[in-house]
């Protein structure tokens, strides 16, 4: 550690900055693919604590929470929420309702860092389009 004048005292922390992001609402356009069956989807949001464990390892809890009861759209068809939290996750089975596993193991894709967003699957037949506004701030101590 270094010592003498401008020198950290041993009682500061070691990280003198502090992020703090404040995520804003989106609207997201959901649709199923015509040559597909049923699509259900499942929306969630979570709020994250991390924590450095004793042994220096992070660790991370998330709950989740469903911003929108669970619904479906057949094939052709389209829907578009809004008053989402920006930061959501969701994810579409056909025929089949997703769980909340699901939703956290294999996500839509999202992009972050831009002020709109558009994600596709062409592959399953599925799109959705996604308005989202945030902001980061970073206060030096």
């Known amino acids: 550690m270094p010592t003498g004048a401008g020198a950290p005292a041993a009682s500061e922390p070691a990280i003198a900055y502090t992020s703090v992001t404040r995520l804003g609402v ?3 356009t959901f649709s199923c693919g015509r040559n597909l069956g049923i699509c259900n989807y499942l ?6 604590q991390d924590k450095l464990l ?13 911003p929108v009861p669970p619904f479906r759209l ?26 909340p596993a699901d939703v956290v193991n294999s996500p839509v894709p999202t992009s972050r860092g831009q002020v709109s967003a ?3 699957s062409k592959a399953a037949g599925i799109s ?11 206060d030096g101590s």
Request: hydrophobic fraction near 35%.
């Open 26 to 28: 989106s609207t997201t």
């Open 54 to 66: 004793d042994n220096g390892v992070k660790e991370k809890t998330c709950r989740y929470t469903l």
């Open 128 to 138: 959705a389009r996604k308005a989202v506004r945030w902001a980061t701030r970073i």
């Open 118 to 120: 558009s994600m596709t």
């Open 74 to 99: 057949l094939p052709g068809q389209r829907t578009t929420v809004s008053n989402l939290p920006s930061d959501l996750l969701y994810t579409m089975k056909v025929n089949a309702a997703p769980t």
């Open 43 to 48: 929306v969630l949001t979570s709020l994250c």
